[in-house]
């Protein structure tokens, strides 16, 4: 089994829906991650949790809210989507303590056509 | 802000090395990383190398850091069909930070 494991793995939805994207992680890691990626622009981070208490905008947050609902699990929102949102999703997590480079472990992403 | 770059695609025939190259703005860089995603994956971690080194070699790969130009480059020898993937370069400021930079990945297309 996927150590990060991201459901629904693909969604397509209409303009002006409420989505959900789940992540849960069985790494026991404190940082969880939510990217986009669109192709030719990388990654870009829409926001990152330290802890249960602790949530953060990153690069591009507008349009988007997130949950930490326990250590394991971290869920994006959408809460009225729109097109230019169709990109595919990725959590990652990584271990404060491992006293190295900060690794990143991701998902195997959400994919999402908003039409 | 910070930026990091790289060429969008590259294609190398199988048993040749390729070489893949990055250029990145920030100069507080800690470590910066390669992580490769195969098709319908997420990304992995390949290999990093801290900012105060030149060089770091792992088996088929070699990552060379030249600070003063914020260039680094992976080279993969004796390239496999099974590297066909997309390359990401990222760098972050310390250990643990939340901050990483991605660049925008380079598709390696290896020909049979």
């Known amino acids: 089994d996927a150590d990060v494991t991201q459901t629904p793995r693909n969604r397509i939805t209409k303009t002006g829906k409420r989505i959900m994207l789940e992540c849960s992680q069985t790494k026991g890691h404190d940082r969880m991650y939510w990217y986009r990626q669109d192709p030719g622009l990388g990654l870009q981070l829409i926001y990152y949790?330290?802890?249960?208490?602790?949530?953060n905008k990153g690069e591009i947050s507008d349009g988007y809210s997130v949950s930490r609902q326990a250590q394991a699990k971290f869920s994006l929102s959408l809460e009225s989507a729109i097109p230019n949102q169709t990109a595919l999703y990725f959590c990652?997590?990584?271990?404060?303590?491992?006293?190295?480079?900060?690794?990143?472990?991701f998902g195997e992403g959400s994919r999402l056509t908003v039409l | 802000g910070e930026d990091v770059e790289q060429s969008l695609f590259l294609s190398v025939r199988e048993g040749d090395s390729s070489v893949i190259n990055c250029t990145y703005t920030?100069?507080?860089?800690?470590?910066l990383y390669w992580y490769k995603q195969e098709p319908g994956a997420g990304l992995q971690l390949l290999t990093y190398?801290?900012?105060?080194?030149d060089m770091k070699q792992d088996q088929r790969l070699t990552v060379l850091l030249n600070k003063k130009d914020k260039h680094l480059s992976l080279r993969i020898a004796d390239t496999q069909t099974g590297d066909s993937a997309i390359y990401f370069c990222?760098?972050?400021?310390?250990?643990?930070?939340?901050?990483?930079?991605f660049g925008t990945g380079t598709r390696l297309k290896v020909l049979a």
């Open positions: 920030d100069s507080s860089s800690t470590y």
């Open positions: 190398i801290f900012s105060n080194m």
């Open positions: 990652a997590t990584s271990d404060e303590t491992d006293g190295g480079a900060g690794e990143l472990f």
């Open positions: 949790s330290f802890d249960v208490k602790d949530i």
């Open positions: 990222a760098e972050s400021h310390s250990s643990g930070t939340y901050k990483y930079i």
